[in-house]
C-alpha cells in the first residue's frame, strides 16, 4: 500500500527474555555438534590394535593414518577461515559436519591402507572448517560480558568428545568389531545436522559489540567481507594476535604430546594395562579441563570488566602454574604424584583453554574474526604436530640408557615450553594494555 511492500526480511523477534536466552540455546546446540567433532576424530585410535591385527599394519602406517588427519586439519584452517568470513556461518558448520560424518562413516568400509588415509584426510578437511565458523557465530551471540563463558562451555565439549568418544569406541569395537564405532557416529552427526538446520539462526556479524539483542535477529544479514589481503593485513599488523597464536603453538605442542604419548607412557614406565592406559591418559587430564573450563570461563568474563586483558591474565595463570604439573608428569616415579600431577595439569590446561579464541577476538574486528581463528589452528595444529615427534626423537636419539627414561625427560621438558607460551601471554597483556589506554587518551572524533 501506497508503494511500500510489505515483505520483511526479518522474522519477528521473541520477547526480551526469550532472545537473551536464546544465545544460550546456540551454545547448547553447537556443543553437540562439537561433541562428535571430536568423538570421530578420536575413534580412530581406540581401534589402532583391532586394525594391526586384521590389516597387519605396522606402528609408522598407523602412525600415517593418525597424522594425515592433523596435516590436512592445518594446512586447510586458514582457507576455512577465509569462507567462515564470506559464508553463511550457520551453513558452512552444519555443512561441515555431515561432510565430516560422511567420512566417518565410510571409515567403517575401508580395507586398505590408502583408503583409511584417503578417509582420515577427507574427514579432517570437513572437521577444519568448524571451528572458525563456529567461533566467530558464537562470538556474534556473546558480548564481551558473556563472551569467555560461552565459548568455554562450547570448549568443555572437546573434552567430553576425546574421552566418551574414545572410550565408546573401544568398547564398542572390542564387543562388536572395529567397524561398529563409525556405523554409529557417522550417521549421528548427519542427524544432528539435519535438526540444527531449522533451530539455528544466522547472527549479523559483529552485532554482539554493538548490542545483544540485535545479534539474536533471525537470518540477519551480515556486514559485507573484507578482501582477502585487507582481512590477512588486519591479522599481521596486530602484535596481540600473533603473539597468541605463537602461545597457542607453544600450549598445543604439549597438549598433542599428552595426547598422543600418555597412553604409551603409562604402560611402559608405570605398568599399567593398555586398557587402563588408554583410559587413564585422557580422563585424569581432560575431565579436570571440562570441569574448571567453565568456570575459568566466569572468572575471565569479571576480569575483563574490570581490566581490559583480563582473559588474558587467566590464560597467563593456567600456563604458569601448569608448567610445574608438566613437569611432574614426566619427572616423577610415583603413580600417585602422576595421578594428581595429570589432573592439576588438567586443571591449569582449562584455564588456559577458556580464553584461546575470546582473548583473539578482544583484538579483532569482527569481519576477520573467521580468518583469525583458521589462521590459528594453522600455527597451532601445523606446530603442535611437531611435539609427537619431538618425543619420538628424543626417546630414541637421547642421552639416557633406556628409552622410557628420555621419554619421561622430553615430557618434562613440556614445562619450558609451557613457560614460554607464558612469556608470549604476558607480553601480550602488555601490549594490549597498552593499546586500551591509548585508545582511552585518544580524544573521541568531532
Known amino acids: 500500500m501506497n508503494g511500500v511492500s510489505t515483505k520483511t526480511q526479518f522474522h519477528p523477534l521473541p520477547d526480551t527474555t526469550d532472545r537473551s536466552s536464546y544465545k544460550w540455546w546456540v551454545v547448547f546446540m553447537l556443543w553437540f555438534v562439537c561433541f562428535f567433532n571430536y568423538a570421530d576424530r578420536q575413534s580412530i585410535n581406540s581401534v589402532f590394535p583391532l586394525l594391526e591385527k586384521q590389516f597387519h599394519f605396522d606402528k609408522v602406517q598407523l602412525g600415517l593414518i593418525g597424522s594425515v588427519f592433523a596435516w590436512v586439519y592445518a594446512g586447510f584452517a586458514l582457507p576455512a577461515g577465509l569462507v567462515a568470513d564470506r559464508f553463511r556461518r550457520k551453513n558452512v558448520i552444519l555443512g561441515a559436519c555431515v561432510v565430516w560424518s560422511i567420512f566417518t562413516l565410510a571409515t567403517a568400509w575401508c580395507n586398505s591402507f590408502s583408503g583409511f588415509l584417503w578417509v582420515r584426510a577427507l574427514t579432517g578437511l570437513g572437521e577444519t572448517l568448524y571451528f572458525p565458523a563456529v567461533m566467530s557465530l558464537l562470538s556474534d551471540y556473546h558480548s564481551k560480558n558473556t563472551r569467555s563463558r560461552a565459548l568455554s562451555w562450547h570448549q568443555s565439549a572437546v573434552y567430553a568428545g576425546t574421552i566418551l568418544g574414545s572410550w565408546m569406541a573401544a568398547v564398542l569395537a572390542e564387543k562388536m568389531g572395529w567397524q561398529v564405532p563409525f556405523f554409529l557416529f557417522g550417521p549421528i552427526g548427519i542427524i544432528l545436522a539435519l535438526i540444527l538446520l531449522a533451530c539455528l539462526r544466522e547472527p549479523k556479524r559483529g552485532a554482539a559489540d554493538s548490542g545483544d539483542d540485535a545479534a539474536l535477529a533471525a537470518h540477519a544479514p551480515g556486514a559485507s567481507s573484507l578482501p582477502v589481503k585487507e582481512t590477512l593485513a588486519i591479522i599481521f599488523r596486530t602484535p596481540v594476535v600473533l603473539l597468541l597464536m605463537l602461545a597457542f603453538l607453544g600450549a598445543n605442542f604439549v597438549a598433542v604430546i599428552f595426547l598422543t604419548w600418555t597412553p604409551t607412557f ?63 608428569v614426566g619427572s616423577t616415579g610415583s603413580k600417585t604424584t602422576l595421578i594428581l600431577a595429570m589432573t592439576l595439569f588438567g586443571l591449569c590446561k582449562g584455564f588456559y583453554d577458556s580464553g584461546i579464541f575470546a582473548s583473539l577476538y578482544d583484538s579483532i574486528e569482527p569481519r576477520a574474526r573467521g580468518t583469525a581463528a583458521g589462521l590459528m589452528n594453522t600455527v597451532g595444529w601445523g606446530g603442535g604436530a611437531l611435539g609427537p615427534l619431538f618425543v619420538g626423537w628424543a626417546s630414541k636419539y637421547g642421552g639416557k640408557p633406556t628409552a622410557v627414561e628420555n621419554m619421561s625427560d622430553a615430557i618434562a621438558f613440556g614445562g619450558v615450553i609451557y613457560l614460554a607460551a607464558a612469556a608470549l601471554v604476558v607480553v601480550a597483556i602488555l601490549l594490549f594494555n597498552k593499546r586500551s589506554k591509548l585508545a582511552t587518551a585518544s580524544p573521541a572524533p568531532s
Request: charge should be positive; proline fraction near 3%; glycine fraction near 12%.
Open 266 to 328: 603409562l604402560k611402559e614406565k608405570f605398568g599399567f594395562t593398555l586398557g587402563a592406559a588408554g583410559l587413564s591418559g585422557t580422563l585424569y587430564i581432560h575431565l579436570a579441563s571440562a570441569l574448571v573450563v567453565p568456570v575459568a570461563g566466569l572468572l575471565a568474563d569479571r576480569l575483563a570488566r574490570r581490566y581490559p586483558a583480563g582473559r588474558m591474565m587467566v590464560q597467563a595463570s593456567g600456563l604458569i602454574v601448569g608448567a610445574l604439573f608438566v613437569f611432574l
